[in-house]
């Protein structure tokens, strides 16, 4: 089992940034699939960003070239790096990791962007 616990959220304007941590509650060393997801109100929830333990990373379409996922195993901890955030990036972000067959989930955080 992992715990998961995210933080950096915020509201922020137009055109800034916020980095978004996520704590695991045990080593991620030997996790290999962690991500962020999102959801915005009224909207299913969406795949972010996606690192594996070798570091290869994928994002969604709407977020490439301004969001940077990367994960320090030395302190069990993930990340997302966001830039140049748009309204439509508001949402609650969730951490996640894959472990065992089975999908991990944080609790959220939310972000808002305002116009």
């Known amino acids: 089992q992992v715990q998961l616990v995210e933080s950096g959220g915020g509201l922020v304007q137009a055109g800034g940034s916020l980095r978004l941590s996520c704590a695991a509650s045990?080593?991620?060393?030997?996790?290999?699939?962690m991500g962020w997801y999102r959801q915005a109100p009224g909207k299913q929830r969406e795949l972010v960003a996606r690192i594996t333990s070798g570091g290869d990373t994928n994002y969604a379409g709407s977020v490439k070239g301004r969001f940077t996922i990367s994960r320090n195993n030395a302190e069990n901890t993930v990340y997302l790096q966001m830039n140049s955030l748009k309204p439509e990036d508001t949402a609650v972000y969730y951490c996640?990791?894959?472990?065992?067959?089975?999908?991990?989930w944080g609790q959220g955080t939310q972000v808002t962007v305002s116009s």
């Open positions: 045990r080593s991620i060393f030997s996790i290999n699939g």
């Open positions: 996640t990791a894959g472990l065992n067959d089975h999908i991990y």
